[in-house]
């Protein structure tokens, strides 16, 4: 059943990745890309941070708005909103010249930039590029290390925002194509990532609902991240990383229990099909990542 639940996600084309800032994102996405790497996929891996949070797991500076090769089949890029324009203009809509000519200058880009939604409407086109039209690449997955839960809400909610905004031509044509991609569950799909903390839960059960209800994209999974595993019998030290008091542990055991037990209640009523995988408290992964490490972590996911 765990091998169908990460065999599920791993078969979109998009696979975005969200939660409340702090509690692994990157690292899942990092080791989600790993994993499809393993089975042979070329991966994109995607972020849209002021600075970078994934090349430095690679053992690598800062990448920035390019996309580049970081380990063998896996392709990361940190996108920025400048640059997307200027893609989704250029690549998207055709308009190389008309983006030279008028977009370059600086009185009409600070126009642009206070456009609402602009930002996010091309972020979507460049994730909808690398899946549909990249034919250069031709990545198998892309992998969207998105943003917190409370923005990447936003995010998708910006299609529906333009296409009711009243504007007309190109732009609300590439907006209707994106959202059409974005629906389609069979090649788009949504992880949420939370920890077994209580008020941590509650925000993770309110933003599934939201996101099943309003979202374009299908909730596919949820990853409980940082569960604490049975504790080594006495005769046993304690894991490298874990080392912490018995009772601590237990005390932690006991809790995770009954957020762990609330989650999956809450998440039945959304929707009764919707997998929890649960990872293993790990302690601190040290930079360059353990690639080894981390396929072992993936793949030694639990389902709830």
């Known amino acids: 059943m765990l091998q169908e639940s990460l065999s599920e996600l791993l078969s979109k084309k998009l696979l975005m990745i969200t939660g409340k800032g702090g509690i692994g994102k990157s690292l899942v996405s990092t080791a989600l890309a790993l994993e499809a790497r393993k089975l042979g996929k070329k991966v ?18 800062p990448i920035g708005h390019q996309l580049r090769e970081l380990s063998p089949g896996i392709f990361v890029i ?18 190389a010249k008309l983006f030279e000519k008028v ?38 997955i892309v992998i969207f290390d998105a943003f917190a839960s409370g923005h990447f809400y936003s995010l998708m909610r910006t299609p529906d925002a333009v296409l009711h905004s009243g504007m007309s031509g190109p732009v609300i044509e590439e907006t209707r194509r994106v959202r059409d991609f974005m629906s389609d569950g069979s090649k788009v799909g949504v992880a949420l990532v939370t920890v077994p903390e209580e008020l941590i839960i509650s925000e993770a ?6 996101l099943v209800e309003e979202s374009p994209a299908t909730l596919t999974a949820v990853i409980a991240n940082r569960c604490w595993p049975d504790l080594p019998p006495s005769t046993q030290a304690l894991p490298p990383g874990l080392e912490v008091s018995r009772s601590y542990w237990e005390g932690q055991q006991k809790a995770q229990a009954k957020n762990l037990e609330r989650l999956d209640e809450g998440l039945q009523a959304i929707d009764p099909k919707l997998p929890i995988l649960v990872l293993e408290e790990r302690g601190a992964f040290g ?14 996911a639990k389902k709830l």
């Open 205 to 210: 059960l309110d933003f599934s609902q939201r």
């Open 287 to 300: 930079e360059p990542l353990d690639i080894e490490m981390m396929q072992t972590w993936i793949e030694g």
């Open 103 to 140: 977009f370059t200058k600086p009185i009409v880009r600070s126009f642009i930039q206070m456009l609402p939604g602009i930002a996010e409407l091309t972020l979507l086109g460049r994730l909808f590029y690398f899946v549909e039209l990249d034919r250069e690449n031709n990545f198998y």
């Open 78 to 95: 940190n996108l920025n909103a400048q640059d997307n324009f200027r893609d989704f203009v250029i690549k998207h809509l055709g308009f």
């Open 44 to 61: 994109c891996l995607v972020e849209s941070t002021a600075h970078d949070q994934i090349a430095p797991l690679f053992g690598t500076a």
